[in-house]
């Protein structure tokens, strides 16, 4: 599967069960990266997609785990370390702001040898600049 | 959320739409009636509950539920300011913030405003070295109050890094995204009569959606790692642990007699120059520092808070 995470300046994603942030701008490029594919979520985060009509969304509680190769996910509030191994690549996110968090991204970039490969930056439709990294295995 | 809950939500705020006025007029003040017909400030915080600042910059109060009354809520922009008080000192600020009340131009200068307790102070362990910032109680970006003495209070520059500003951040965020609004209260937190405040409770709440997006109610800590401060005047002095520590790094190394061994509480940390973070070695965050931020550090925790660093909220060490 194909990892997608947002997170800020300190590896946060959620506060108080509640996403740290959302961006029109990033849904859309998350659809562009998983069109002609499918999108896994959590029915959470499928309410930030349930206006966009996109057909390749599909829905689960454990969404991770039923992934398959080659399939996006995109964790909001799921941890992703117990599916590493079955991670082939990573998007990574960055809001480039500070939020509170009591949920951060629990993936050890450098340790689990992971690589930078791409990155790229463009507006939001409310944030200034979101940040978008590539890695693949090292 | 479905169209019925929607319609029902709608319903729900006919009433409040008729409160706009008093509200405006009243803003947050909430609570009770008293016998003049006022509304009574909320019951304050009581913060012998708060547990000692222990490495977050914010803990949760009443697990994040802020203490807003439905009547409260309004969909209409407002912001409010108490009047200081005998000594000077701010009190509850409060807005519904939305988009109408955002700045748009940068802020001008504040630097005329002397909040209670005021006092320039530097030290070099302190990023950006100034102990304190005027801090807005609501955020500039928020409600765009330049020098307003009633939303400025005398706050360190952890508290307005670390503590204040990612829930700001969170609620500007949200309502510049979405066009809602966030009802919003900053209660500066006054012990007795002193002129520093010891913290401050945030609460928030989307208005629009119910909280389904924006929700929470946290107490900020108005500390400095590593620097002692007396709340009643605003003086400050760097802790007597790290006085001690540099004393002891001042003494010649070897003068032939033998040095006693300090008890075995050291651990080693990773600290992070730039954010003026430490970390656990095994810290996520630790592998995705830069080599030129990154430096190893093998004592006791004390130690590490008393050159100002403040800990990690992830690995939390």
């Keep these: ?138 | 959320m479905s169209v019925d809950r929607k319609i029902r939500g709608m319903r729900r705020w006919i009433p409040v739409y008729l409160l706009i006025l008093f509200l405006a007029l009243s803003g947050c003040a909430g609570g009770e009636e008293k016998e003049d017909g006022s509304a009574q400030a909320p019951k304050p915080l009581d913060i012998s509950a708060i547990a000692p600042y222990s490495g977050s910059p914010y803990v949760p109060v009443n697990d994040n539920e802020p203490a807003f009354t439905a009547e409260e809520l309004t969909a209409v922009s407002f912001e409010t300011y108490s009047d200081l008080d005998a000594l000077g000192r701010c009190g509850e600020a409060c807005a519904s913030v939305g988009t109408d009340l955002m700045p748009t131009e940068k802020r001008g200068s504040i630097s005329k405003v002397k909040p209670s307790g005021w006092h320039s102070t530097e030290y070099d362990t302190v990023e950006g070295k100034s102990l304190y910032n005027r801090c807005h109680l609501i955020g500039y970006q928020l409600t765009a109050e330049n020098a307003n003495e009633k939303n400025l209070i005398t706050g360190t520059r952890y508290l307005n890094t670390e503590g204040m500003l990612p829930f700001e951040n969170l609620v500007a965020d949200y309502v510049k995204e979405t066009k809602n609004h966030v009802l919003y209260r900053v209660t500066p937190i006054f012990e007795g009569d002193n002129l520093v405040a010891s913290g401050v409770q945030m609460e928030g709440m989307s208005v629009e959606d119910e909280g389904e997006e924006i929700l929470f109610n946290v107490y900020c800590y108005n500390i400095q790692p590593g620097i002692s401060i007396d709340y009643a005047t605003g003086e400050s002095k760097v802790e007597e642990k790290q006085k001690n520590d540099e004393k002891e790094s001042s003494r010649p190394e070897d003068n032939g007699s033998r040095k006693e061994e300090k008890p075995s509480a050291a651990v080693s940390y990773i600290l992070n120059t730039n954010t003026k973070k430490f970390h656990k070695p095994s810290c996520t965050s630790v592998k995705q520092m830069t080599e030129a931020n990154t430096r190893e550090y093998t004592g006791e925790r004390e130690e590490v808070v008393s050159m100002g660093y403040a800990p990690c909220g992830r690995c939390r060490p």
């Excluded at chain 1, 562009?32 to 979520?41: C, F, K």
């Excluded at chain 1, 964790?75 to 998007?91: G, R, T, V």
């Design chain 1, 1 to 138: 599967m194909i990892l997608i995470a947002v997170v800020d300046d300190d590896y946060g994603m959620m506060f108080n069960r509640r996403r740290q942030s959302k961006d029109g701008a990033l849904r859309e490029r998350i659809l562009s990266l998983a069109e002609g594919g499918t999108l896994w979520v959590s029915p959470y985060t499928y309410r930030q997609f349930s206006d966009c009509g996109a057909g390749n969304i599909r829905t689960d509680e454990e969404f991770l785990r039923k992934a398959g190769p080659g399939e996006y996910c995109f964790a909001e509030e799921a941890l992703a370390a117990p599916f590493a191994d079955k991670i082939e690549k990573i998007i990574l996110f960055r809001w480039n702001r500070k939020y509170p968090a009591d949920v951060w991204f629990d993936l050890d970039l450098k340790a689990d040898g992971w690589k930078l490969s791409e990155t790229k930056e463009f507006p939001g439709s409310s944030h200034e600049k979101i940040t978008e990294e590539v890695y693949v295995r090292g």
